[in-house]
């Protein structure tokens, strides 16, 4: 092979190897700008999840709260800038406490532990409050309807919680006008059904006046009903008034015992006409001093509570009537127990239960069970209503407990005030009805 040959395939094998690495160089420089492309692009779109995510947070009318367990603000939509006054920006730096406050209906701040944005990371699961008032920035109470969730981390602890809250002082305003309607008309319309009932038993009553057999039947119907309508809008007034607050209310001490012996002497022969029994019982707590010479002597633990007698009276009355109205035979127990910070009462009836889908119910406006013995024993539905929203006032708490085909119970826990300060309200109630001696309240008259 002569010289000129091995040149020409010599420059001939470089200038391949040199379009081989031109290649394999662009074909690297095309994959590198494809994958930066592709970064580019998934930022790009992230971005863009993020701003559509910020977009649509802000458009919620809510307030939207994340915070983390430390309670450091971490997002605060437009929604919660305008119901409190506070720019996301300035929030977004702050703990939790400095920028909702919340208190309650009497204007008192939560407690930590009952603090919605504290407990649910122990609570760890969702939380509604209805009744929470937010104190703005410039100090302006706004009921707000508030739910916070609880956020998990990978070891199932609560990570973060996120808080949803809605201004509801429309709602608020447009219920009080409704419960001001209501109460307005109710009050109007009780005065001529009181005259028609008055007239009614007038024409019934046979020293005054003389009417046939028929008659008689007729007008004892329509006594009957104007009897329920008479207490449909009694009912209605004080339920309108329990929704707004504008129940009368004078709480003084009262010993519940001495109470509900009372009240029982007093209501069980309206048991008895229907062939009732009715059971007065101290519960557990009752201690039996054997020491004493005499024989055995009961020291009965002496419950206290502080409530309106009227309206307790209203509550009680109102358990006791349903069991008499809903029960054919058997016996009413009206129970009292309690510890050390609690005084729980209970009425017991041996009548027809509450079926169990029913219960969760029973204590709302207008409810009633759907059965052959609600059509045929006249009601409301309200009564139940009532009687919660006279209890809550008392910070207490009623439930029933039912089973069907053999009776009900309804309890009612009230906070127990101790000896001491029971004396010491007595001391101060007597101080200022100036009497001088201080006194039990008395029960109820019959
Ligand atoms: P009502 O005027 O209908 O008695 P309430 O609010 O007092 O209204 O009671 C609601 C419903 O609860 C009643 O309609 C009845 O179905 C049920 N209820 C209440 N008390 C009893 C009871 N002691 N036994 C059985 N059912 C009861």
């Not at 209605?236 to 001495?258: Q, W, Y």
């Not at 009227?310 to 009413?332: C, M, P, S």
């Not at 219960?359 to 024993?377: A, E, G, I, M, W």
Request: hydrophobic letters at 40%.
């Amino acid at each position: 092979m002569n010289t000129r040959l091995l040149i020409f395939i010599g420059v001939g094998v470089i200038a391949v190897l040199v379009i081989i690495a031109v290649v394999l160089l662009r074909m690297a420089n095309l994959k590198r700008r494809a994958g930066a492309g592709t970064a580019v692009k998934l930022a790009d779109a992230l971005r863009d999840e993020r701003l559509k995510s910020e977009i649509i947070v802000n458009a919620i009318e809510d307030g939207v709260v994340l915070i983390d367990a430390q309670k450091k603000i971490h997002l605060f939509n437009s929604g919660a800038s305008k119901i409190t006054g506070w720019p996301s920006e300035e929030a977004l730096t702050l703990n939790i406490d400095a920028v909702i406050k919340i208190v309650d209906e009497k204007d008192q701040a939560y407690p930590t532990d009952t603090n919605p944005f504290y407990s649910v990371f122990t609570a760890k699961t969702t939380i509604r409050d209805d009744k929470a008032i937010l104190s703005s920035r410039s100090n302006k109470h706004i009921p707000i309807s508030l739910t916070i969730s609880p956020l998990f981390d990978e070891n199932k602890q609560v990570s973060a919680a996120v808080a949803i809250f809605r201004d509801v002082s429309q709602e608020r305003a447009e219920q009080q006008r409704r419960g001001e309607f209501i109460s307005t008309a109710s009050h109007e319309m009780r005065t001529p059904v009181a005259a028609i009932e008055g007239y009614l038993a007038l024409a019934l009553n046979e020293k005054v006046s003389t009417i046939d057999s028929r008659a008689r039947d007729f007008l004892e119907k329509a006594h009957a009903s104007t009897q329920h309508l008479g207490s449909l809008f009694q009912d209605l007034l004080t339920s309108s008034k329990a929704e707004d607050g504008r129940l009368s209310n004078h709480p003084v001490v009262i010993e519940m015992g001495a109470y509900l012996q009372q009240f029982t002497n007093d209501v069980k022969f309206s048991a008895e006409k229907k062939g009732l029994v009715t059971d007065f019982r101290l519960g557990a707590g009752s201690v039996i001093d054997a020491s004493s010479t005499g024989g055995q002597k009961v020291v009965k633990p002496l419950y206290y509570v502080q409530a309106d007698p009227e309206r307790l009276r209203e509550v009680i009355t109102n358990l006791f009537d349903n069991a008499v109205k809903y029960t054919e035979q058997g016996k009413i127990t009206i129970g009292l127990t309690g510890n050390n910070t609690v005084v729980q009462f209970f009425i017991r009836d041996t009548g027809p239960g509450i079926p169990h889908e029913d219960v969760p119910h029973l204590f709302q406006k207008f409810y009633r069970v759907d059965n052959s013995t609600t059509r045929t024993v006249g009601g409301t539905g309200l009564g139940l209503f009532i009687c919660r929203k006279i209890i809550e006032l008392y910070n207490g708490h009623i439930w029933v407990d039912s089973e069907l085909g053999k009776g009900s119970s309804f309890y009612i826990n009230l906070p127990r005030l101790t000896t001491q300060k029971a004396e010491q309200l007595l001391a101060a109630e007597a101080t200022a009805n100036n009497q001088g001696v201080p006194n039990v309240t008395p029960p109820p008259a019959s």
